[in-house]
Every structure is written in structure tokens, then in C-alpha cells.
């Protein structure tokens, strides 16, 4: 038998390092490139058994990432669904949808416009401004949020309509006022007949503290019941009213700008739940 020179009997030729790396570890080089920050180069130098096992870690983190986007995504929709259902099982519907003034009417030259996901009403003649609904309302719940950012009065009006426009003073409106006014003690939550009678009953003690400093959200809750309105003030009841003579029984709903300036005031998350006989 010949023996090749430099071949021992019974031992394999060796192979390089860098063929016998197990996946998943590095040769020196790589180490080495990894210790000085150099991701790439270390990627080079792996051989194709190692990126081949690289890569496949790769999509596996990714497969499961994107699962667990879809199961997070899977756990919100019933939530979203259910609350979308429940608002619309109850009766509650959006009179302002956050970007425009669809569904309402400016009466006036004062200024609405919607800001940042509110209404926002604002002197700019010193004179009456409305922003009054395109639909009219009988019985029903009203429910929004409202902010004075000066201190100048507002409100808002159940069983309305626009009467008129008076060159001096804007235009005319008729129907029962919800104050709403950004100073303690000036009665935030009362009724005011507008074209009538005045003031018909203002809030209770409790009821005038419930107003927030300015430039704070409140929450003003009102029910209307033919001559029946109660409203509430930040969860606190502030009148509860029978009107024994009302004009109207049923009418459009309305935002105010008073006469006289100095009016900035924001409406958002404005609800109705329409009530049937």
C-alpha cells in the first residue's frame, strides 16, 4: 500500500475554524469586529451555515411580533365595537363631530370655528352670536363640556328659534337660556327666558359653587321634558323647573355669543338622546 506523503493513518484532514463553527457562535474575527462596534464586518465573516441560522432568528422575532400586534388589535375591536353599540343601543348621538360645523347654523357675524376637537365662540362684533342646531328638539337629554377662556357671558338655548337681526345688536332669538357664565356667582346653570320673562329661577347655593375657575372644563348636563328642564353642573343639580307658561314647547338648540365683547368661550363632546312619548 502506498501512503501519501504527509497523510497519517486513521486522522482526517483538518478543516478550517471557521467550517467547524457550531450556528449561532463567532470566530475570533467576528468577535473581534463585534467588540469594536462593527456589526457589519462580523456579518461578512460568518459563514453561510451561521447567517443562514442569523436570518432565521430574525423572521422568527418578527413573525412573532407581528402576531402579537394582530391579538392586541383582536382584544380592542370587541372593546370599540361594544362602546360604539352601547352609545347607539342607548339613544346618545353626537351634535358635533370634532372637525366641522356640519349640522349647525352661524347666526351673526360673531366667530365660530372649530379649534383642537372644539367649538370655539368668540366676540369679534360686540354683538349676539348663535350657533343654533339644523335640526329641531322636543324632549331630550343634552350632555357637553365647555370652557370660559375670558370672562365674558354665554349660554345655551333649549326650544329656540331665531326671531329676527337687528343691525345693532345682531340677531334676535326667542326660547329658554341655560346660563353659562365663566364667574362664580353669576348662575351658571339657571333659565333665562329669552324674549320673554327674564330670569324664571336661578341655582341653588350648592349649585352656584359647582362652576370650575376659568379656563377649566365643565360639564353641563340638561334635560327637557316639555315644560320640565332640570340641569346639572359638574354632577351637581342646579335647578329643577316647571314652567307653568312656556313659549315653546319645542325648537332648535343653541350656543351663544353675548352682546358687548370680551366673549371666548369652547363647547366640545356635545351628546342628545332624543326622547319619544
Partial sequence: MIICAGWKRGKAPERRRDEMAEPGTHNQDSISA?????????????????????????????????????????????SALGAARAS?????????NGKDLSGWKNNGEERWVVEDGAILGESTHNKYGYLTTEKTYRDFNLRLRFKGEKGGNSGVFVHARISGLDPTHGPDIEGMQVEVDPNVGNHTGGLYESGGRGWVIQPTAEGERALKPLGQWNDLEISVRGNHVVTHLNGVQTVDYTDSAPKFTEGVIALQVHTGGGVRVRWKDIYVQEVRP
Fill in 88 to 96: 347607539s343601543e342607548s339613544g346618545w348621538v353626537p351634535l358635533f
Fill in 34 to 78: 463585534l467588540d469594536q462596534g462593527d456589526a457589519t464586518t462580523a456579518v461578512e465573516r460568518w459563514t453561510p451555515r451561521m447567517r443562514h441560522s442569523w436570518k432565521g432568528t430574525q423572521l422568527m422575532k418578527n413573525i412573532i411580533l407581528l402576531t402579537f400586534g394582530v391579538v392586541l388589535s383582536l382584544f380592542a375591536l370587541p
